[in-house]
């Protein structure tokens, strides 16, 4: 119905990356306002959030609900909600059930909207960041999306593909989809691995660079991809794995749902750990989400080429299963740590000889990795720990978080409060059988409360930074071995080392981070 006015104020697809975090702040005004009831607060917030996203559903959603509020709004309200459907949001059922909506229910133009929403739930979005069409081709080709292949996921800040690959030839990596994020400076060589589709952007989407640096694509295949860039100059200089967990650790969100959606990535840690790095291991935490290299760029091929060779590997009606529960990336993470040359059985994978801030130079014996991979089964196919952290309150104040981030299967710290010892609570679910390993740092106390629940005990002055303490949680189910980690880090932070990581001081200044 009001397909002009929504074309002249639609925005570019790759408009949304940029405006993201200024939705995300809204969103968390307006549902502050909501649940405060301050209906003109509503109203106001939701008009920044039309401002910033003019073709985004939901923003005209919200604004109708809050003008349905103002008794003089009801028509205001009603031009909204309609924007709302022609923009993509079309649960009839939902919209019926919404009490926000509730004072425009005695109007005869509230019935037809619902009506018009039943409607065009049966019609393709044409406009707005939910429309899109599908990108065709073949498995083992190359593959260009362009701004009318995607859409944005406002969930988790990153863009949603959409395509339909179809089978030329089986076998090798038919399937696997390949991406580079470093625009070629450190390519796979994808000759080697048949059946695997290069997936790229258009040039539109390379000019903005979209195609660099940090993944931002939901795909319905498995990837894997690596970018070999790194952040060199200015106090914050670090790589793009580091960054994922302190500068930029509102990517997590998005790096936890391609986790789960069968992508494996590779980067490397550049001057963060040795032999690069001059100020020792850097890292305050780590995440099973990807895995980091030892080195500059090109030392994240080897292990790409390692999980490319675990994928084809498995077996066809095993992969399918484990693609289908998303747990390839756990998978290959799982057999990679089990083949690597200091990880001889189960016991040495639950220690830290699996678990490395970085992988070394040829650490990974592929033969035995491809045997491994080769021999998984359905039933062997190992599950995921998802875990969940309580912290014991220290008894001193704490003017900043020490909880740095919080995930599924990742959690980190920095322990700021004065406090010599610190206790800290891990509940596990997931699995039939939990463990907890410590696999990095100073010695901490680890004691089983429950056969799915830990109770870890550090000496605060132990943990010095560059020894930050990880704990792993593994999970199994019979018949399987140990699966992919969860982990738990534990850092401090000393501002008198000749390096700190400023991005995780507190925003007051020097003496706040202790």
């Not at 001059?278 to 080195?295: E, K, L, N, Q």
């Not at 801030?357 to 021999?375: E, I």
Request: hydrophobic share 40%; glycine share 8%.
């Amino acid at each position: 119905m009001t397909a002009l006015c929504i074309i002249l104020a639609a925005l570019s697809i790759w408009d949304y990356p940029s405006r993201h975090l200024e939705h995300v702040r809204l969103r968390s005004q307006f549902m502050q306002a909501t649940r405060s009831g301050d209906t003109a607060k509503m109203q106001a917030v939701c008009r920044k959030g039309v401002e910033l996203l003019p073709d985004d559903p939901t923003w005209h959603y919200n604004l109708a609900c809050s003008l349905a509020y103002v008794e003089n709004g009801h028509a205001a309200a009603f031009g909204e909600l309609e924007r709302a459907i022609d923009l993509g949001f079309r649960n009839a059922e939902a919209i019926r059930k919404d009490t926000d909506l509730a004072r425009l229910s005695r109007h005869r133009r509230y019935e037809e909207l619902l009506e018009y929403a039943k409607e065009m739930s049966r019609r393709r979005i044409m406009f707005g960041p939910m429309a899109a069409v599908d990108a065709t081709g073949i498995f083992g080709g190359s593959l260009a999306l362009g701004e009318q292949n995607l859409t944005w996921d406002f969930a988790s800040g990153c863009f949603v593909s959409h395509m339909k690959l179809a089978v030329a030839s089986a076998g090798g990596n038919t399937g696997d989809l390949y991406m580079n994020r470093d625009a070629g400076h450190a390519p796979l060589n994808v000759a080697a691995y048949p059946g695997i589709t290069v997936l790229k952007l258009d040039k539109e989407g390379r000019d903005r660079g979209m195609d660099l640096d940090f993944p931002n694509l939901l795909v319905p295949y498995p990837l894997f991809g690596n970018c070999s860039r790194a952040y060199t100059q200015g106090p914050y200089w670090r790589s793009i794995s580091r960054a994922l967990m302190t500068s930029d650790s509102w990517r997590l969100k998005a790096m936890l749902r391609f986790y789960l959606s069968n992508q494996t990535w590779v980067f490397p840690a550049n001057a963060d750990v040795p032999p690069v790095g001059t100020h020792g291991d850097v890292f305050s935490s780590i995440a099973p989400y990807w895995m980091v290299t030892a080195g500059r760029s090109f030392s994240d091929l080897p292990y790409l080429r390692a999980a490319l060779e675990a994928s084809r590997a498995l077996k066809q009606p095993v992969k399918k299963e484990i693609v289908r529960r998303g747990l390839l990336a756990p998978t290959i993470q799982t057999l990679i740590r089990k083949s690597l040359r200091s990880v001889s059985n189960e016991v040495d994978y639950v220690s830290a000889k699996a678990h490395p801030t970085a992988f070394p130079a040829n650490g990974v014996d592929v033969r035995r990795l491809v045997d491994a991979a080769g021999s998984m089964t359905e039933k062997g196919i190992p599950p995921l720990a998802i875990v969940s952290v309580a912290a014991e309150k220290p008894s001193g104040e704490v003017n900043f978080p020490e909880c740095t981030y919080a995930t599924a299967f990742a959690w980190a710290y920095v322990l700021r409060a004065d406090d010599e010892m610190r206790v800290f609570r891990i509940q596990a679910k997931g699995a039939s059988e939990f463990r907890f390993s410590q696999t990095h740092g100073a010695p901490a106390k680890v004691e089983l409360e429950g056969p799915d629940r830990a109770k870890v005990t550090l000496a605060r002055s132990a943990v010095t930074q560059g020894n930050r303490v990880d704990i792993a949680v593994f999970g199994r189910n019979p018949g399987t071995g140990w699966g992919a980690p969860s982990y738990i880090s534990f850092a401090r932070l000393d501002e008198r080392a000749p390096y700190c990581d400023p991005a995780l001081l507190p925003p007051n200044g020097p003496g706040a981070g202790k």
